[in-house]
């Protein structure tokens, strides 16, 4: 699930100050590594009301006006952001293995982290669709504190990260968990909170969190570990 950022905007910032204090709860990645990569791996949102930004919001009202009951009851089932693990964990059956979904939980619990202190970076502060233009969101199908920043998309960020791993746990099973995590980062702009590229820039940094996970041998061997633990009860169940 590989996917290329739209170069929107691309400038590198500066880290924040004080703001690395933030990474301290990361759970399996090493907050120095977070602190010097990320702000150099995404693009910065453009600004409001350049060509590029109108473009992007004719976008999120395409994709609002054209919902259709089905999608507003999916949607709204993905909030909050904690639905995205059981939901993409549900593509592969791995919801039923509790030592791979508590190890997805660890997972999401740091990409949260990861997104919550990139969301405090004054260089991406960017006010979400239906505050920006509340006009043409009359009724977004959540209601995020105006105070919460729209990129990157926290949806987006863990969806990408999932994806990568559960498709490496279950290849049989990866173009179904590919195709619903895309989804998840879409229905982000269906309920009107988000832009294309905080999906985008969301997208990237769950992959690239992916990434550094499964380099990392011991986070391997956890995985491995987890997958035979499942299979290993549920063969177990099946023979009584």
Not at 150 to 162: K, Q, W
Not at 187 to 213: K, Q, S, T, Y
Request: proline share 8%; charged share 25%.
């Amino acid at each position: 699930m590989k996917r290329t950022c739209i170069l929107y905007f691309c400038a590198l910032a500066l880290p924040v100050a004080g703001a690395a204090q933030d990474l301290a709860h990361l759970k399996l990645l090493n907050p120095d590594t977070v602190k010097t990569v990320v702000p150099i791996l995404l693009c910065p949102p453009p600004e409001a009301h350049t060509e590029i930004w109108s473009n992007g919001l004719e976008e999120v009202r395409r994709y609002y006006n054209s919902n259709t009951e089905t999608d507003r009851e999916r949607a709204q089932q993905e909030e909050p952001t904690e639905n995205v693990c059981r939901i993409l964990s549900s593509e592969c059956h791995a919801g039923s293995n509790s030592a791979v979904a508590s190890l997805m939980i660890d997972v999401a619990s740091d990409c949260h982290t990861i997104y919550t202190w990139a969301k405090k970076r004054p260089a991406w502060a960017e006010t979400r669709p239906c505050f920006a233009v509340p006009g043409d969101f009359p009724a977004p199908l959540e209601k995020p504190s105006p105070n919460s920043n729209s990129f990157p998309s926290g949806h987006a960020t863990i969806e990408g990260c999932l994806g990568e791993l559960l498709g490496e746990l279950y290849p049989a099973n990866r173009d179904e968990i590919v195709k619903r995590a895309v989804q998840v980062g879409r229905d982000r702009m269906r309920a009107g909170v988000h832009f294309p590229w905080d999906i985008h820039a969301g997208e990237r940094l769950g992959e690239w969190i992916a990434g550094e996970l499964l380099k990392d041998p011991a986070f391997r061997d956890k995985l491995e570990k987890a997958k035979a633990q499942g299979a290993a009860a549920q063969n177990g169940a099946a023979n009584h």
